[in-house]
């Protein structure tokens, strides 16, 4: 009876499928460019088929309990044929992924209405299991109810876990504590479902944009299809609206929402309650309009928080440590360039000059925002004024940007000659040179990076180390040395994208930080940096490889680098931060590499679960909040500046503070000290 159910659905679904057609164009379309333009275009074939499928799985049902063994079974009928579907231009097949999922998505809300009305026992020997790997789609249907009972009590139990640290307060209270939490829990669970099958044509339009989307990561991880809808709306927004939180988010690999960026001296910033990577759970206005982020649509969300007319909200947040925050914020107008390059004086001996370089932004329209070479210029002038002895620029976190502006700003530190080799995909070489003879500043110089550092930033530090320019230190960056253009689709009809990857670029060397990263010269232990997902964990990052190249270039001689490198050594051995990060660094190792043990589902296991990394978080808060040994002050030019400009000054002691507890621009300091006592 099932099996006719199901086939009935599948029948009933394919009288709708009046999109076939314009999902095959695109496909098609999508396909052509990636096939014309891409660095490595790739033959459509069984490969691509297999890829998108596991991954199209992977995105509808990534906890293995919607989709039963015998409905993943008939779908695995698509697995070796999509391509084949593509290149036949015939789309029909995504009305069975629409179908099977209606018809899951259906009984899943049928059984969560269900046992909702069902009592729970918190006093059996069920438990829980947990991999690191994908489960098999291995459900029955007539389990479905044991397997949501179990995942629900689990998140009730952990639910209530994390309200306290009192595991004696939470057994006393836990039968109220139990019935709001099992009624929030499954309003959020139905909530979640009804708002994805609000209508038909949302679920059949989510299920073809991520499939486009899957279709151009098969040729690389940063080739992507989007579209003018909700998502791109939604992040659009955050550049052009007048009032601001003071927050820039985005998605993680969950499609949750997460603080990307804290603008410093924003309503957010000033809480001292956010952190990046934070995910918003809840978002409300002071009339009374609240929405769970995890079942209401991101159009909803959207116009709640970038609205002008909703000046107070209220954001529900979890920390990296599990725990729940709530924290109200009231709008304020933001400058436009809160995020460009700032500056500062660090002084410990010697005045050192210290520049942010937040990202490789660009004067893109030509009249409005300045690029951030210019921009590092003219700090470095402010900087020279008050005779600094050495300078830092700070690439950690820097995500990239314009290729051009890292042309330039290398530029600024080298006299004359190629900074890289750009290669297409016909294997034709570009030689990209610094055309301008001399320096903005010829000092000596320390780049910091880590393992969020990336494209143009280890474009500009690969040119910067090649030379022998100056000295990197960190920890190895991200990896990626490609470089991507957004490309309309149709262009009389710009309603569909691809950003696909063009060209691929290779140091002057003829080497390649493509996987590999920009490996530092001194090394140094940064907090999370083995779990930091870098290029490498892409299935379908580019390859590393070596180029034979007629690029001629003179680097420096490496004078000084084997006497600063030994004492930096020895230095950053004897840090006790330093040290502490490292001790740091096993433990969350093991924590994240370690495979979790099956948790019983009574209140003190999942208790204990939840409250075993509270002594490495309190760790963790401790080394990041120590203080570092040197002062940091504005330029003479900022000091003058600030005195007008109120907004400018909660931002700047906003920066100063976080700034104050680098240990990072401490050894940065260190090390020009260095070199100055040995040139002397």
Same mark, same amino acid.
């Given at each position: ?19 076939? @057609? ?6 098609? %379309?999508?396909n ?24 199209? =799985? ?22 070796l ?22 018809? @899951? ?35 029955v ?7 949501? +009972?179990?995942r ?9 876990s ?22 929030? =829990?499954f ?33 690389? /991880?940063?080739?992507n ?16 609206s ?7 988010v985005?998605?993680n690999?969950? #499609? #949750? !929402? ?5 603008? $410093?001296?924003?309503?957010?910033? +000033? ?20 929405y ?20 107070? !909200? ?40 210290? *520049? ?65 080799v ?67 689709l ?7 994208f ?9 140091? !002057? ?10 490996? &530092?010269?001194?090394?140094? /232990? ?8 870098r290029?490498?964990s892409?299935?379908? @990052? ?14 420096? &001689?490496?004078?000084?680098? /084997? ?9 950053v ?7 502490? !990060? ?12 370690? /495979? ?6 009574? =209140? ?8 075993? *990394?509270?002594?490495?978080w309190?760790?963790? %808060? +401790? ?19 600030? +005195? ?18 680098? $240990? ?5 300091? @260190? ?6 006592? =040995?040139?002397?």
């Open positions: 009876m099932k099996k006719l159910s199901l086939t009935f659905l599948l029948t009933t679904f394919s009288l709708f499928g009046q999109n076939d @057609a314009k999902t095959c164009e695109t496909l098609s %379309k999508i052509a460019l990636l096939q014309r333009e891409h660095y490595q275009p790739k033959p459509i074939d069984d490969s691509l088929s297999v890829f998108v499928f596991d991954g199209f =799985l992977d995105v509808l049902d990534s906890n293995r309990n919607l989709f039963t063994k015998i409905e993943y079974k008939k779908l695995c009928e698509h697995r044929q999509l391509d084949n579907y593509i290149l036949q231009n015939n789309c029909s097949f995504m009305n069975d992924f629409v179908a099977v999922y209606t018809l @899951a998505l259906n009984r899943k809300k049928k059984v969560l209405e269900k046992i909702q009305k069902d009592s729970f026992d918190y006093n059996s020997n069920d438990s829980v299991k947990f991999s690191k790997k994908k489960f098999p789609f291995d459900l249907a007539t389990d479905l109810e044991r397997v949501w +009972k179990k629900i009590r689990y998140d009730i139990l952990e639910d209530i994390k309200s306290s640290t009192n595991l004696d307060s939470l057994n006393q209270n836990f039968l109220a504590l139990e019935k709001t939490t099992k009624t929030k =829990l309003d959020a669970n139905l909530c979640q479902v009804n708002s994805i099958l609000e209508t038909k044509d949302r679920i059949a339009s989510d299920l073809q944009n991520t499939f486009m989307n899957l279709f151009c990561t098969y040729f690389d /991880p940063h080739s299809y989007f579209s003018l809808a909700a998502k791109s709306s939604f992040m659009s927004g955050l550049s052009t007048s009032l601001s939180l003071g927050l820039n985005g998605f690999d969950k #499609e #949750e !929402i997460i603080v990307q960026e804290i603008v $410093p001296g924003g309503p957010a910033a +000033k809480t001292n309650k956010f952190d990046k990577n934070d995910i918003i759970l809840k978002v409300s206005d002071t009339k009374g309009t609240t769970t982020v995890s079942c209401s649509s991101i159009e909803k969300i959207g116009e709640l928080i970038f609205s002008d007319s909703n000046t107070d !909200i209220e954001l529900t947040i979890q920390k990296k440590n599990a725990a729940i925050v709530t924290v109200f914020l009231r709008k304020q107008i933001l400058k436009a360039t809160d995020n460009a390059v700032y500056s500062y004086i660090a002084e410990k001996e010697s005045k050192i000059g210290y *520049i942010n370089i937040p990202s490789f932004y660009s004067n893109f329209d030509g009249n409005t925002v300045q690029g951030c070479a210019d921009d590092v210029a003219k700090e470095i002038v402010k900087l020279q004024k008050d005779n600094i002895k050495g300078l830092v620029i700070d690439l950690q976190n820097n995500g990239g940007g314009s290729i051009q502006e890292a042309i330039k700003l290398a530029g600024m530190f080298i006299d004359v000659g190629p900074l890289s750009l290669v297409d995909s016909k294997d034709q070489q570009t030689i990209l040179k610094d055309y301008n003879r001399g320096s903005v500043y010829s000092g000596p110089l320390v780049l910091l990076m880590n393992g969020n550092s990336a494209s143009a930033s280890e474009f500009f530090a690969a040119a910067i180390q090649d030379y022998n320019r100056g000295i990197i230190i960190g920890s190895t960056s991200l990896g990626k040395a490609s470089m991507q253009a957004i490309v309309p149709d262009k009389n009809n710009q309603e569909d691809v950003k696909v990857t063009i060209e691929k670029f290779y140091r !002057i060397t003829g080497d390649s930080n493509q996987i590999k990263g920009i490996i &530092p010269d001194i090394m140094l /232990p940064v907090l999370f940096d083995s779990v930091i997902p290029e490498g892409y299935k379908t @990052a580019l390859k590393n490889d070596v180029i034979s190249t007629k690029a001629r270039f003179s680097p420096l &001689p490496k004078t000084y680098f /084997p006497q600063l490198t030994a004492l930096s050594h020895t230095r051995k004897e840090n006790i931060r330093f040290n502490e !990060i490292n001790v740091a660094n096993q433990q969350i190792n093991a924590l994240y590499n370690n /495979p979790k043990k099956p948790t019983r589902l009574v =209140l003190k296991d999942v208790f204990d679960e939840v409250h075993k *990394i509270d002594s490495l309190e760790k963790v %808060k +401790k080394i990041i909040d120590s203080e570092s040994n040197f002062t940091l002050s504005n330029t003479t030019y900022d000091v003058e500046k600030l +005195k007008f400009d109120t907004f400018q000054q909660d931002s700047n002691t906003y920066k100063i503070k976080n700034l104050k507890n680098s $240990p990072y621009l401490e050894e940065a300091i @260190a090390i020009l000290n260095d070199y100055n006592t =040995l040139t002397k």
